[in-house]
């Protein structure tokens, strides 16, 4: 089944306790990429991969990492967290896009993270 | 900058029709997409448009105007398990054959009997 995994489901921790989020695709696709949702904000980009070693920031990227050393893999690190990352997280990944064909992004079930 | 505008709650009834609007600024435009969000899940694809004009797929239907930077998703025969947000999202640029999307903040609908 074509799918977007994350891992885990909900965490909650501490303020500086280092943490990763993982991310798995398993459709060859090659752009992958972070969103946080909170409430009254909508979905925000945090960083996106367009190929493997290919990473940059979105609109949120502050307090937040991220590697592709392989193309199923884009895991979210958060080195230092901070109450103000408690968030909803989305993985999501599509293949290469063009302007003729609707390439949309297939996401991830989510990780609930509560940083207290 | 970017900045997409749509309605923070609706109410409808069942059976019924419902527009959503999105009004989008953009520093560029390269397709707009609709996606459904149940509560604590993750969204999932509705529609897409590019070009000016209505797509439709069963019960939604979405419009586009490039000219207005406008566009609505349509529901018809309005079910409760269309209770929901909607996601209206823009992709300003093809950056590098990548896909960024910006979205909106999404509109709660609630469906009644």
């Known amino acids: 089944e074509a799918q977007v995994t994350q891992n885990p489901r909900y965490l909650i921790t501490v303020t500086g306790k280092k943490l990763t989020v993982t991310c798995s695709q398993n459709?060859?696709?090659?752009?992958m990429s972070w969103y946080r949702q909170d409430p009254g904000l909508g979905l925000r980009q945090i960083y996106y991969?367009?190929?493997?070693?290919?990473?940059d920031k979105g609109d949120v990227p502050e307090g937040y990492k991220v590697s592709r050393k392989e193309k199923r893999n884009f895991p979210l690190i958060l080195e230092s967290p901070s109450p103000n990352q408690t968030s909803l997280y989305f993985c999501?990944?599509?293949?290469?896009?063009?302007?003729?064909?609707?390439?949309?992004?297939?996401f991830g079930p989510g990780t609930r993270l509560l940083v207290l | 900058g970017q900045n997409i505008d749509q309605p923070t709650e609706m109410t409808a009834t069942e059976g019924a029709i419902v527009q959503i609007n999105c009004t989008y600024q953009t520093s560029g435009f390269n397709g707009l997409f609709w996606y459904q969000q149940h509560a604590g899940e993750a969204p999932t694809f509705l529609s897409y448009?590019?070009?000016?004009g209505l797509e439709e797929k069963g019960r939604f239907s979405s419009f586009l105007s490039r000219s207005k930077g406008y566009s609505y998703l349509l529901l018809k025969e309005l079910q409760m398990k269309d209770s929901a947000s909607y996601l209206c999202?823009?992709?300003?640029?093809?950056?590098?054959?990548?896909?960024?999307?910006?979205f909106g903040t999404g509109t709660q609908l609630k469906v009644e009997l």
């Open positions: 448009n590019v070009l000016d």
């Open positions: 999501a990944s599509s293949p290469k896009t063009s302007p003729i064909f609707q390439e949309t992004q297939y």
């Open positions: 459709m060859n696709h090659e752009y």
């Open positions: 991969s367009m190929n493997v070693e290919v990473t």
């Open positions: 999202a823009v992709r300003p640029e093809l950056t590098g054959g990548g896909n960024k999307l910006t």
